[in-house]
């Protein structure tokens, strides 16, 4: 394992190390893309849109618990890394064993809270008298496997970070594609509908938690989740959350932002709310494989970072600006001119479909410089500089987002305005996240600890 991380971190080329990083992590996007997709998909199959509206309500709550994952992942990524880069190998296994059980015990708690509480919870986050009792059923299944999403999202993430990338990416294929299959068994052969999509995303979710638990578990692996090894003091809980929390604030406030406008979407009724969400699942396309761009160069970065080789985290950075640029306008090409084909695929009702063509079209405005906007977040993060990555994921969900939305709502009437909210915002977010990116190498690596 060690030999794998040095070889590919400290020693193979920048294109070899970037592409060998970035691809299996990409493809794991692609997997969860897919899943994504294929429960909205067959959910569509049903002739019955206020299904696919309600599975669009409760998809903000099942985010929220993804973002506990990330918030164990993507901090614990960033630590575990920047200590193997310094040679620590033993903060590295306390840290990935602190993430585990902190992670897991978490996620038996909110399983308990979301089972009792489904149907408030789904009142609260936009679902009408029509499509509550499906968006509630959803969300009770789901609950049960939270546990086993916060881990599997969790070490899909931290995996990568001891130069098994290819390992993490596996995980993500057994789990999601065990969802695709079993979505039409479910939700069409047996006719279980939302309940069917609900609970082929339990069963990939726990198989992907066994994968990782089974490699950890191993000789293989160079990370730890044994109970003996557990810690949080000697700053191991304080530097996982110093970036885990800002990242999975950006998810949480994501999943906040996404019951805000399906609040306001609600005003121009039902079909408006499946528009929307069929849109964001287009879009998705774009964001998920870019951000499996932006995580994939993370732990590079992070080992580059711990290693104090400034030379060569900034030839990864500009390499994977480049390679974010091209593939971020080859993805916009295809899901706006591909708008037509993918919307009226999860969509055939006249009205929802109007809405889901124009709102998709709308979303992908920011497609192009979507993907330098995850490279310098995940550059930022990979640093371990808490306070920049705090603003950054305040802002880009928060405080940007939300007073736009609002001020659209406040002084128009108008659907399509009301999507515009996104795009601009994320072009806001992408300039201050170079602003920050700067500002950060300045204080937290300067150019006086670089190795050449």
Known sequence: MQQNTTEIFRDAPVPKAVLSNVIPSIISMIMVLIYNLADTFFIGQTKNALMVAAVSVATPAFLLFMAVGMLFGIGGTSFISRMLGEGQEERAKHASAFCFWTGLAVGIISMILIVIFAEPVCKAIGASADTVEYATQYLRIVAIGIPFLIISNAFSNIIRSEGRAKTAMSGMIIGNMANVILDPVMILLLGWNVAGAAIATVIGNILSAVFYVSHLLSKKSQLSIRLQDYKAGDKIASSVFAIGIPASLNSVLMSVSNIFINNLMAHYGDMAVAGLGVAMKVNMIV????????????????????????????????????????????????????????????????????????????????????????????????????????????????????????????????????????????????ALAIILFVITCKKYFPKKSSIE
């Open 287 to 430: 964001v998920m494989l870019l951000i499996g761009l932006g995580t994939g160069i993370q732990p590079l970065l992070g080992y580059c970072f711990g290693a104090g080789n400034r030379k060569r985290y900034f030839a990864v950075l500009k390499f994977s600006i480049l390679l974010a640029f091209i593939l971020s306008a080859i993805m916009t090409c295809v899901c706006y001119f591909g708008a037509n084909g993918l919307v009226s695929a999860f969509l055939e009702d006249a009205d929802a479909y109007d809405f889901g063509f124009q709102f998709s079209r709308i979303y992908i405005l920011s497609g192009p410089i979507l993907g330098q906007l995850f490279v310098f977040i995940n550059a930022i993060q990979s640093t371990g500089a808490a306070l920049p990555s705090l603003i950054l994921s305040i802002s880009r969900q928060g405080l940007l987002y939300l007073p736009i939305l609002f001020i659209i709502n406040a002084t128009t009437d108008s659907a399509r305005l009301l999507a515009l909210a996104q795009p601009v915002t994320d072009y806001l977010a992408t």
